[in-house]
């Protein structure tokens, strides 16, 4: 039979539910409805001369060649940051699973970088690869690779996917490890005795019994990519050079905070929320299913 | 007992004084004046409060100039918005349209029945930020302007003269391929590229920047800056960044570590920027001149714009407190005031009497080259094109030059193809600006 917890009282749950329900009304609804709002209006930033426009921001965004040339670069960007993150923080976590000795020392040290917010993380590897003071960057221009991401866009795009990747593999690995750690000794060891090589011990039975966290991580680093890289690209790139890292979320900021623009920043924002709704619900339609849990 | 009775009466006390403190009408000022220019900010405040009993100024550091604006806006459309405001240069035309909102600084001082004499300004200063038929809106506060840099020894080093500055664009090309030939890692480098190179250019050139005056005309404007001098000095600067003749630093200040690192020999740069420079280098190691000038395009530099910031006055406060605003902002612009600001700062005086105080005390014999900044705004007489820029959207447009000139220093694209579209992207800006502002 299957077991069910019930309330007796009517108003209980309910009850429960309200502090999480409210949070979620006022934190994502309300700014959520708003930036609706905002998006089919014009006005000056104060506030004053506020005219209905149905569309016209929309329209504008669609017309400007620059907004589409931001999207591939957020498209590419994301798998980059998404796929690099998830494949290193996995290649640490199956490192550190396999340690014995100081294995409390490598995870504390594996998760510090989480630590650190991506502004600062920003700053942090702009002073390395600073061309004229950069430590990197004079090591590099010592092997003969001359790198100056104030000038080179693609210098400067490798620059803030390493900085965001850096910063999100630490919870990445977090997530990892608890998932092998999770995996049945007896299965690992039944394969062995078996014959199976660590190789084929880890592709054949690690591997997909560790999709479902995989598949969370997935979702939860290209939302990542989307929207929580601002810092990073703020503190390093502005944007630049030219707008070779000016991904949308740093656009809808710069449009709508240095811009003062807020009709065409919230048009952007509307559209960044559609874009993360349905890759969320594709993922969860599509890919989910091929997941093991 | 006799414990809380004590402490009782001390809260008390602490109140009735609180209270009295209260009586003084407070004015918040918000600013963007961080590190020691903030200390400064604060001892003027100090020093008004203490030269009489009525206001008392509230001085708060809102962070960057756009962090005080949003800051400031986002008060306002709260009903909480402060007396003064600091905004950026750039903000001007956006500032102005905002109806309803600000208080222009003419009316603020009519209404209050201040005296307030327009000719005491020093004319690009006040020009920039009054209405065409000469009101001012907002008190010029911190004004700069480019002007030259130099490295003494780097020049002494490459066989130059280190106490003749490059007087034309040919002057400096040559002295910085004698930088280069003499091992020194950059010729030249500039600060805030647009303002400088484009903006500033056209001024000391007498070329618009866009139609109808600058944008003083008007909202149905054009931008004007991708003419004949203008490709060609760009292309020229990106034709010297493949032997480091030039070399680009980054947007904003960030190229000034190249100066003060020793790097670079030649800077374009803020006058406001002189005591970190100074202070980088060695005061002795600095000169400081005016602007190179192309003299096939006008055989001699007109005068340069400021850029910096100016204190708008909100509405949305009661009646009253406005009359401490208008004497705060007397205050703000008087000689002494002012030339203790432009001395400790480096950023230009606003008045004539304060950079003639300055004078007379002999700051310039201590400080060489900080009389540059004024000597280039009133070299001559402004013209339309060198009064000032009055751009709707023009954070926007900045960064969209910006984008465009580092398209042709990355040799994305030649000087013509950028200066092009940055005009086209610009003016799609301009559009959006007009409707919006109809």
Known sequence: MEKRVTFNERWLPYFLVAPQIVITLVFFFWPSGQAIFQSVITEDAFGGNTKFVWFDNFVHLFSDPGYFDSVRLTVAFSAMVASLGLAISLLLAVMADRVIRGATFYKMILVWPYAVAPAVAGVLWGFLFNPSVGVVAWMLSAIGIEFNYVVNGNQALILVVIAAVWNQVSYNFLFFLAGLQSIPKSLIEAAAIDGAGPGRRFWDIAFPLLSPTGFFLLVVNIIYAFFDTFGVVSALTSGGPGQSTNILVYKVYNDGFRGQDLGGSSAQSVILMAIVILLTFVQFRFIERRVHY | ?438
């Open chain 2, 1 to 438: 007992m006799s414990r809380i009775l004590l402490s009782s009466v001390a809260a008390v006390a602490m109140l009735a004084s609180a209270q009295s403190a209260s009586a003084q009408t407070e004015i918040q000022w918000w600013h963007a004046m961080g590190g020691n220019l903030g200390e400064t900010v604060n001892a003027l405040a100090d020093q008004f409060n203490k030269s009489q009993k009525e206001y008392k100024v509230a001085a708060v550091y809102k962070g960057s100039y756009t962090e005080t604006l949003t800051a400031a806006i986002a008060a306002f459309r709260a009903k909480q918005a402060p007396h003064i405001v600091q905004v950026f240069e750039v903000g001007t035309a956006n500032m102005m349209a905002a109806k309803g909102a600000v208080y222009p600084v003419y009316q603020v001082m009519a209404d209050a029945k201040e005296p307030f004499d327009p000719k005491a300004f020093i004319g690009p200063v006040y020009g920039y930020y009054s209405t065409t038929d000469g009101k001012l809106l907002s008190m010029p506060f911190n004004s700069s302007t480019p002007v030259f840099y130099w490295n003494k020894e780097m020049f002494q080093k490459a066989g130059l003269d280190p106490n003749t500055p490059p007087k034309t664009w040919k002057d400096v090309g040559e002295a910085a391929a004698k930088i280069v030939a003499s091992g020194g890692k950059c010729g030249f480098t500039s600060q805030w590229q647009t303002w400088a190179l484009i903006e500033n250019y056209g001024a000391w050139h007498n070329l618009p920047f866009a139609t109808k005056a600058n944008g003083f005309g008007g909202t149905d404007i054009e931008l004007k800056f991708n003419d004949e001098p203008r490709i060609k000095l760009i292309q020229m600067l990106a034709d010297w960044g493949k032997d480091k003749r030039f070399v680009y630093g980054g947007r904003e200040g960030k190229s000034t570590a190249l100066m003060t690192s020793g790097e670079c020999a030649m800077h374009i740069a803020s006058s406001g920027s002189a005591s970190a420079i100074e202070a980088g280098l060695g005061k002795e190691k600095v000169g400081i001149a005016m602007m190179p000038y192309s003299p096939e395009v006008k055989a001699e530099p007109q005068n340069s714009i400021i850029g910096g910031a100016t204190l708008w006055v909100l509405q949305g406060r009661p009646a009253a407190e406005y009359k401490g605003v208008a004497k705060f902002l007397t205050f703000l612009s008087s000689a002494e005031v002012q030339a203790q600001w432009h001395q400790q700062t480096g950023y230009v005086p606003i008045t004539l009497a304060a950079a003639k105080l300055t004078e007379d005390a002999g700051f310039y014999k201590k400080f060489p080259g900080r009389d540059i900044a004024v000597k280039q705004l009133t070299l001559h007489e402004a013209t339309e094109n060198s009064k000032g820029l009055r751009i709707g959207n023009f954070v926007q447009i900045r960064d969209v030059v910006d984008e465009e000139l580092e398209n042709v220093w990355s040799g994305k694209k030649d000087a013509k193809a950028a200066l092009d579209d940055a005009v086209k992207r610009g003016n799609e800006l301009l559009r959006k600006f007009e409707t919006a502002n109809k």
